[in-house]
């Protein structure tokens, strides 16, 4: 019962990052491909890079044909059905933060599984949530949005902590799962509301005109 309670979880995670993916290749003016393989690179990319550092191979996402099956599915409907897509920004900065809350959850119980570090646990947690997001941006030819000043990896991080002490309490796996992802989702929502932002660098001009002066 409990791994199909996790399986549904983690193809809920998966379908609401296929979206996201999928929306950013519509964005692009990618063609059905393209908009395909965003929606799989956000869906299982992150997932996929976890499974490698642990040594879990083949990847989940590469033993059970739902995982890209689901990102298919939703990247092909997004397609068929851009126009509607398009004018739903709040709608896809939901879905993103649900997704980052329940793959930040998902990463950091599978390092868990594992008997990784404290850091380790973390780490699972944070690629989990963003590495997908960062092959997506690669491929669309842009600073990936979590190496900018977007309030974002620094959630997943957090929730990536609070998912190891939570285990520490000795917790049911199901309550850690709905704290942190719940934890992560909050962070999420309220820095898009109130424009939380981590400080950016100078640029070097900048700093050189302040240095000099």
Known sequence: ??????LVLDLFGTAVFAATGAVKGVRCKLDVFGVTVLACC????????????LGAT??????????LGVCIAIGLTIFLTAQYWMHLRNLILFGDAIGLGVFTAIGAGKGIQF??????????????????????????GEVPAV????????????????YYFLYRAEL???VNFLLTAGFVILIRLVA?????????AHRMGRWNQH???
């Open 1 to 6: 019962m409990e791994s199909v309670v996790f």
């Open 115 to 140: 008997d990784v570090s404290f850091i380790g646990v973390i780490l699972c947690g944070v690629f989990t949530a963003i590495g997908g997001g960062i092959i997506r941006d690669v491929l669309a």
């Open 147 to 162: 190496l900018r000043n977007d309030f974002y990896a620094t959630a997943s991080l957090l929730g990536g902590i609070l």
């Open 42 to 53: 956000v869906g299982v990319g992150g997932g996929m890079i976890r499974d490698s550092i």
């Open 211 to 213: 240095s000099s002066g």
């Open 58 to 67: 083949p990847a989940a996402a590469l033993q059970n044909w739902t995982y």
């Open 172 to 174: 049911n796996w199901f």
């Open 192 to 200: 898009i509301h109130y424009r939380l932002q981590l400080p950016q």
